[in-house]
C-alpha cells in the first residue's frame, strides 16, 4: 500500500509548517519520523514528537523552511500519509540560492502529490492585494486534487481577509492552528479527495 | 510500530521524490532546474507546469485519436455489462493500464517492461472464458499490442492429428490463423493427456516454438477445469514461466445465473412470464445443486433460453393471430418443453 503524498504550499509565513503539525494532531499522529531534504542530496531523518517537531520548525521568521519536510503518519496500520511541508513561494525570483533550490523542490513536489493543500494568510489579505502566486497555485486545482485553506481566522483582523479570498477562490476552508478551528472539516475533506483518486 | 516506521523509511530512500518527478517527465524537471538556476520566478514556473498538463492530456488525445479512446471505452463498457467476474474485470483494468503506461514510457524513451501476455485462464464450462477472451482481444487492438485482436478458438482435435507430422502442420495452421491475433485452446490440459509418446505432446513444442518466433505476434491463451490445468502446468515446467497471467473463473451463483438469463433475454428482446420466470429459477437451482461442474454455468442458461425461443416459435406459428405481446413473451410451457429432452 503507497502512502499518499499530500503536499502544503503556499507564500512564506502563512502557516505551513504549523498546519503540518496541526493535522497530525488531529490525526491522532503524535509521534513520526521527518525527513528533511534541501534538494543537496543528502537528506536528514528525525524522529520527532509534536512538542519537539513544533520547537524545531515553526517560526515567526520568514522563509524558515527550507526544502521539504515530509512527514511520515501513521494513520491506522493501513493508511500512511506522507504529509510534505515545503518553501515558501515568491513572486520573484529570490536572490537567496539555497531558497531558489527550495522552491524549486516545492515546484517538483508539487507535480508528483495526490494532493495540493494551498494555505493563505487570511490575516494578511485584510490589507495586501492578491498574490499571483495563489492565484496560481489556485489555478492548479483544475489539473489535481487540491483544497485550499485561509489560515490565522483566529487573529481580530482576519474576517475582511477570509472575505478577500473568498472572492478569488471558490472554495476554502477558513481555519487557524493556533485555536484548531476548521480543521476538523479539512480533516474530512482531505479524507475525501483521498478517497476519491485512490 | 517500530518495523512499519522502518518500512515507509526504505520505501522512500528508494523512490526519492526529486529524482522521480525528473525521471517522469524531462520536461517538468527543467522547469524545476530554471527555478533553480533562478531564470524564472516561482510564479512562471507553476504557469509552464499548467501549461505542460494540458499539453500532455491533449498529446494523449492526439496519440490514440478520439475514435481510439471511445473504441476502448465501449470495449470496456462491453466488459463491465458482463454479470459478476468482479476479479477478472479488475484484472483486464490492471492489464489496460500497464500497457497504456508502458506505451507512454515508451514514448518518453525510459526503460520498459516487456510485454509477455499469454495467459492461463481457468474454469469449469460456461463460465465466461471464451467470452472475456474475445473482449481481451478486440481491447489489445486498440491499445496497439495487437494489430487484428481476432479470436481462433480450437481444441484438441483441432490441433492434433494421426500421424508423425501431421500434428506439427496442423498446429503450425492454427498459429498462422491466430497471428495477430488471439489463439485460445480449449481443454488444454488434453494435449498432456497421453504421455510423452501422444502427438498431444508434439502440438505443446510447436506452440512453445511459435511463440519464440512469432514473439508479440499472437497471444496463446491456454484454457480448461482448473485441477486439470494446474495439474498440467506442474507436469509441464517449461510452460509456466511462459504464462504470467492467470485468470479464475469462479462458477456463477444462482442469482448472477438469473440475471444472466435476463441479460440475454434483454439482448435477444424477448421477456419471460411470471410463472416462466419461476421455472428458470427452479431449472437453474437444482442444476447448481446438481453440481456445476455439470452444470453448464452460463452456458445452461443460454441453451434453455434459445430452445425456449424455438418452442415458442413452433407453439405460435400453428395460430391464426399472434400479437406482438405474444412475440415478445415465452411462456412456462416453452421452458418446460426446452428442457425436457435431457439439455
Ligand atoms: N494567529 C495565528 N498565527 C499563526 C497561525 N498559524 C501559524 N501562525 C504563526 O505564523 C507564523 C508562521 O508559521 P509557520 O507555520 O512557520 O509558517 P510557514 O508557512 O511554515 O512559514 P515559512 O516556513 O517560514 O515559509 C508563526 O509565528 C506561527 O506561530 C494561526 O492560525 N493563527
Ligand atoms: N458473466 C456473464 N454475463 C453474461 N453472459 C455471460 C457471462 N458469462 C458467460 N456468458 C454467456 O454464456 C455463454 C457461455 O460463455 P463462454 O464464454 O463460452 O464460457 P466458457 O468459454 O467458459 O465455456 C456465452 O453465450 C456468454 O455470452
Ligand atoms: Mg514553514
Ligand atoms: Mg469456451
Known amino acids: 500500500m503507497v502512502a499518499k503524498k499530500i503536499l502544503i504550499a503556499g507564500k512564506t509565513n502563512v502557516g505551513k509548517s504549523s498546519l503540518a503539525l496541526t493535522l497530525a494532531r488531529f490525526l491522532g499522529v503524535y509521534k513520526f519520523h521527518v525527513c528533511l531534504d534541501r534538494g543537496t ?12 517537531a513544533k520547537r524545531k520548525l515553526v517560526s515567526s521568521r520568514e522563509y524558515y523552511t527550507q526544502g521539504l519536510n515530509t512527514y511520515y503518519l501513521e494513520i491506522s496500520k493501513v493508511t500512511r500519509w506522507q504529509l510534505i511541508d515545503s518553501t515558501g513561494l515568491s513572486e520573484d525570483i529570490h536572490t537567496s540560492a539555497d531558497l531558489r533550490r527550495g522552491m524549486a523542490l516545492t515546484i517538483a513536489a508539487l507535480a508528483d502529490c495526490d494532493c495540493l493543500l494551498h494555505v493563505l494568510d487570511a490575516e494578511k489579505y485584510s490589507v495586501n492585494t492578491f498574490s499571483a502566486v ?6 492548479m486545482g483544475s489539473s489535481k486534487p487540491y483544497i485550499a485553506v485561509a489560515n490565522k481566522i483566529d487573529s481580530v483582523d482576519s474576517s475582511a481577509g477570509l472575505k478577500n479570498i473568498q472572492r478569488r477562490i471558490e472554495r476554502v476552508i477558513p481555519c487557524s492552528t493556533l485555536t484548531g478551528e476548521g480543521i476538523v472539516s479539512l480533516r474530512q475533506l482531505l ?8 | ?14 523512490k526519492n521524490l526529486a529524482t522521480t518527478t525528473k525521471e517522469k517527465i524531462p520536461a517538468q524537471s527543467r522547469i524545476v532546474r530554471l527555478v533553480e538556476q533562478g531564470h524564472i520566478t516561482p510564479v512562471k514556473a507553476l504557469q509552464m507546469l ?14 490514440y485519436g478520439s475514435d481510439n479512446e471511445e473504441n476502448i471505452e465501449s470495449i470496456i463498457k462491453e466488459l463491465d455489462e458482463l454479470v459478476g467476474l468482479k476479479k477478472i474485470k479488475n484484472l483486464v483494468k490492471e492489464l489496460q493500464a500497464f500497457i497504456t503506461i508502458q506505451r507512454y514510457r515508451a514514448r518518453e524513451q525510459l526503460q520498459t517492461e516487456p510485454l509477455v501476455l499469454h495467459m492461463i485462464f481457468k474454469g469449469n464450462p460456461g463460465t465466461g472464458k471464451t467470452t472475456v477472451a474475445r473482449i481481451i482481444g478486440k481491447l489489445f487492438k486498440e491499445l496497439g499490442v495487437l494489430p487484428k485482436g481476432h479470436l481462433i478458438e480450437v481444441e484438441r482435435a483441432d490441433l492434433v492429428g494421426e500421424y508423425i507430422g501431421h500434428t506439427a502442420q496442423r498446429t503450425r495452421d492454427q498459429v498462422k490463423k491466430a497471428l495477430g491475433g488471439i489463439l485460445f485452446i480449449d481443454e488444454a490440459y488434453s494435449l498432456a493427456r497421453g504421455g510423452e509418446k501422444d502427438f498431444g505432446k508434439e502440438a505443446i513444442d510447436v506452440l512453445v516454438k511459435a511463440m519464440e518466433d512469432h514473439k508479440d505476434e499472437f497471444i496463446l ?7 486439470e490445468m494446474d495439474w498440467f502446468l506442474l507436469t509441464n515446467p517449461g510452460l509456466r514461466s511462459r504464462f504470467p497471467i492467470h485468470m479464475e473463473f469462479p462458477d456463477y451463483t444462482v442469482k448472477e445465473l438469473m440475471d444472466i438469463a435476463a441479460l440475454m433475454l434483454k439482448k435477444r428482446q ?12 427452479r431449472i437453474i437451482s437444482s442444476k447448481v445443486l446438481y453440481g456445476h461442474q455439470h452444470g453448464g454455468n452460463a452456458r445452461l442458461v443460454r441453451n434453455i433460453i434459445e430452445k425456449a425461443i424455438r418452442r415458442q416459435a413452433v407453439r405460435l406459428v400453428r395460430k391464426n393471430y399472434v400479437s406482438r405481446e405474444e412475440l415478445l413473451t415465452l411462456c ?5 418443453e426446452a428442457t425436457e429432452d435431457g439439455s
Open chain 1, 41 to 52: 542530496g543528502e537528506k536528514q531523518w528525525l524522529k520527532y514528537d509534536l512538542a519537539m
Open chain 1, 134 to 139: 495563489d492565484d496560481n497555485l489556485a489555478a
Open chain 1, 191 to 198: 479524507l475525501d479527495k483521498l478517497k476519491q483518486n485512490s
Open chain 2, 1 to 14: 510500530m517500530e518495523i512499519n516506521l522502518r518500512y515507509g523509511f526504505n520505501k522512500f530512500n528508494k
Open chain 2, 50 to 63: 499548467k501549461d505542460k498538463d494540458c499539453q500532455l492530456q491533449g498529446q494523449k488525445r492526439q496519440e
Open chain 2, 221 to 227: 491463451i491456454l484454457a480448461g477445469y482448473k485441477d
Open chain 2, 270 to 281: 424477448y421477456k419471460l412470464s411470471e410463472d416462466a420466470a419461476a421455472e428458470l429459477g
Open chain 2, 332 to 336: 412456462f410451457e416453452d421452458l418446460l
